[in-house]
């Protein structure tokens, strides 16, 4: 079992940035896939940006390419989303989610949200114009 705790949003003007984190326990981290996901309102929820098991392969949709950056810190146990240039339409709820079922392969990236077994309550993050 894999528990996940988000931090780190806020409300922030538009271009400026912010880090998400998120605490992990449970299993060992770095043994499964990870991804960030956002529900803007009225909005379904998407994937953002997501790490393989072996850290080696990333995805960013479209929209936020360039902008944001995923990583993750084994001593620590985190997993971080880096968000520069923000703007309006960032604002959602962003979720951690791990995957922590079998998979063959420990360079494949995962994007979507019934491919992953466990979720963090949510950050709030906020741009104003």
């Known amino acids: 079992q894999v528990q996940l705790v988000e931090s780190g949003g806020g409300l922030v003007q538009a271009g400026g940035s912010l880090r998400l984190s998120c605490a992990t326990s449970g299993r060992t981290f770095g043994t499964y896939a990870m991804g960030w996901f956002r529900r803007a309102p009225g909005k379904e929820r998407e994937s953002v940006a997501v790490i393989s098991r072996n850290g080696e392969s990333t995805y960013l949709t479209d929209a936020v390419k360039g902008r944001f950056t995923i990583s993750r810190d084994i001593a620590k146990s985190t997993l971080y989303l880096q968000m520069n240039s923000l703007k309006p339409e960032d604002t959602a709820v962003y979720y951690c989610?791990?995957?922590?079922?079998?998979?063959?392969?420990?360079?494949?990236?995962?994007?979507?949200?019934?491919?992953?077994?466990?979720w963090g309550q949510g950050t709030q993050v906020t741009v104003s114009s």
């Open positions: 989610a791990a995957r922590t079922r079998f998979s063959k392969t420990w360079y494949r990236t995962f994007t979507l949200e019934d491919e992953y077994d466990y």
